[in-house]
């Protein structure tokens, strides 16, 4: 997807559906509407998008590193991308009203956004 693909479907669902969404992309899980499976049982979705414990979670998995920074009244969360190879030394960043959604965004767009390769002929 493209950067700014991705943002629109962001800004057009649900906190609990990017809390959803994270959980399919970010951690890999199927999920059941508010719902993901752990060892056969099925348990509620974190809050990633509204609770900092839960989003500092996504920062953690799969080798995602970054920073989180108040700018005046917003936070901006960078990402740097390390997926299966792809994109690695790239960063993602995304910026807003809370730390946990920006970082939340940032994972995702790193996570999705396509990467153009310069292939030299």
């Known amino acids: 997807m493209k950067r700014e693909e991705i943002i629109a479907k962001w800004m ?16 890999g899980g199927e999920t059941f509407g508010q719902f993901r499976e752990v060892n056969g049982v099925r348990v509620l979705i974190p809050h990633y998008t509204t609770d900092i414990y839960a989003a500092w979670a996504v920062l953690e ?8 920074a108040y700018m005046g009244e917003d936070y901006r969360a960078e990402v740097w991308a390390r997926w299966d190879g792809a994109g690695a030394s790239e960063y993602e960043y995304a910026v807003s009203l809370s730390a946990s959604e920006s970082i939340c965004l940032a994972a995702i767009t790193a996570r999705l956004t396509e990467v153009s390769v310069d292939v030299a002929v």
């Open 61 to 68: 998995r799969n080798g995602i590193y970054g920073s989180i």
């Open 12 to 27: 057009g669902i649900s906190a609990r559906e990017r809390d959803a969404w994270v959980e399919r992309e970010v951690f």
